[in-house]
C-alpha cells in the first residue's frame, strides 16, 4: 500500500525532452533579437513613415542655387509701350486691359500676342478686364490708355556665378562691369554686345544703377534672356572677389596708361569696368582696377556711351580670342 501512494504523489511532468537535432532553436531563442532599433527605424512606426515622407521630398526639392536677390514689379503704362514690349519679348505674367475699350489696331495686336505667347508656351500671360478706376489705382493715374503691363521681377545672378559658369564651359571670363550707368537702354545695349561677342554675363552695383527694367529687356532685343546679369551689393568688393579668383579687372578710362590696341589681358580671364558717360570711373572702383585703358579715338569725341565703349571693347576680346 505504502508504495501505491508513493506512485501516486510523486510529481509528473508533460514537458518533452530537448529535441535531438533541433540545430540550437532552443538556444538562439534565448538569446533574443538585440536592442529595439528606433522607432524611425521600424517599418509601419509612424515615425518612420514621416521619415520616409520627408526623404521623398528632399529628392524632389531642386538643388540650391546661389543666385542673387529679385528686383521688383514693373507696370508698362499705354498702348504704345504694352505693344512694343509684347513685340520685343519682354517677360510678363498679366495683361489688363479696361472694360470697354474702344478696339483699335494696337489693343487687337496686342491681345494677339499675349494669346500667342502661352500658346507656344513661351510663356503665358494672363489676360485681366478691369473697370477703369481700378487701372488708374494700379498707374497711380497715369495715362494708361486702358491697357497695363505687368513684368515680373527680374531675377539676378550673384557675380560669382558669372565666373563659375565660364570656368564650368572650360573658357576664360569675359564680363562687363558697369559703374554708375543710370540708363537702362545703355544696361541694354551692354547686354546685346555681350550675348553677341562671346561673352559671360554683366555685373551692375545694387544702388544708383539701371537694373534690368522693360526699356533694358527692350534694348537688349532679346538677348537678357540668354546672358545673365548679376546685381552686386558692393560694386568694389565684386571687383576684389574677381581679382582674387584670378581674373584681371580692366577699367575704362579716356586717361587711361593703356591703349586698346596695347592691352593683352583680353584674350585670358578678364572684366572690363565701363564708368557713367559724364563722371567714368568712381574712385574707389578705379583704384581696384589692374589696368585703365583708353579707347584711341582720332575722331575727337571726348567719350562714347557705355553701350558703343563696352562693344569696342568685346569686339577686340572676341577677335583676340578667336
Not at 214 to 235: E, M
Not at 265 to 278: Q, R, T
Amino acid at each position: 500500500m505504502a508504495g501505491n501512494s508513493q506512485r501516486r504523489n510523486r510529481r509528473t511532468s508533460s514537458k518533452k525532452g530537448a529535441t535531438v537535432g533541433s540545430g540550437g532553436k532552443r538556444r538562439r531563442a534565448l538569446e533574443g533579437k538585440g536592442p529595439t532599433p528606433p522607432a524611425e527605424m521600424r517599418k509601419g512606426h509612424a515615425r518612420q513613415r514621416a521619415a520616409a515622407a520627408r526623404t521623398k521630398q528632399a529628392a524632389r526639392r531642386p538643388a540650391p542655387r546661389r543666385g542673387g536677390a529679385k528686383g521688383t514689379a514693373e507696370l508698362v503704362v499705354g498702348r504704345n509701350p504694352v505693344l512694343e514690349a509684347l513685340r520685343e519679348g519682354v517677360p510678363a505674367n498679366t495683361l489688363y486691359v479696361q472694360q470697354f475699350i474702344d478696339n483699335d489696331d494696337r489693343v487687337r495686336e496686342a491681345l494677339k500676342l499675349a494669346a500667342d505667347r502661352g500658346a507656344h508656351g513661351s510663356g503665358g500671360i494672363a489676360l485681366m478686364e478691369a473697370p477703369k478706376p481700378e487701372l488708374d489705382r494700379m498707374t497711380n493715374g497715369l495715362n494708361h490708355q486702358g491697357m497695363v503691363l505687368q513684368v515680373p521681377p527680374y531675377e539676378y545672378a550673384h557675380p560669382d556665378d558669372l565666373t563659375a559658369a565660364a570656368f564650368d564651359a572650360g573658357e576664360d571670363p569675359l564680363i562687363v562691369a558697369l559703374d554708375g550707368v543710370t540708363d537702362p537702354r545703355n544696361l541694354g545695349a551692354v547686354v546685346r554686345s555681350v550675348c553677341a561677342f562671346g561673352g559671360h554675363g554683366v555685373v551692375v552695383p545694387e544702388r544708383r544703377a539701371a537694373g534690368m527694367t522693360a526699356g533694358a529687356w527692350k534694348t537688349s532685343a532679346g538677348t537678357a534672356a540668354r546672358t545673365p546679369v548679376a546685381r552686386a551689393t558692393n560694386l568694389t568688393r565684386a571687383l576684389e572677389a574677381y581679382r582674387k579668383a584670378g581674373v584681371t579687372v580692366v577699367g575704362l578710362a579716356a586717361d587711361g596708361e593703356v591703349e586698346l590696341q596695347d592691352l593683352e589681358v583680353l584674350d585670358g580671364p578678364v572684366v572690363v569696368v565701363v564708368g557713367s558717360e559724364g563722371k567714368g570711373l568712381s574712385r574707389l572702383v578705379g583704384e581696384n582696377c589692374d589696368l585703365r585703358v583708353r579707347i584711341p579715338m582720332p575722331g575727337g569725341a571726348e567719350s562714347l556711351n557705355a553701350g558703343v565703349a563696352a562693344g569696342v571693347v568685346l569686339y577686340e576680346a572676341a577677335r583676340r580670342r578667336a
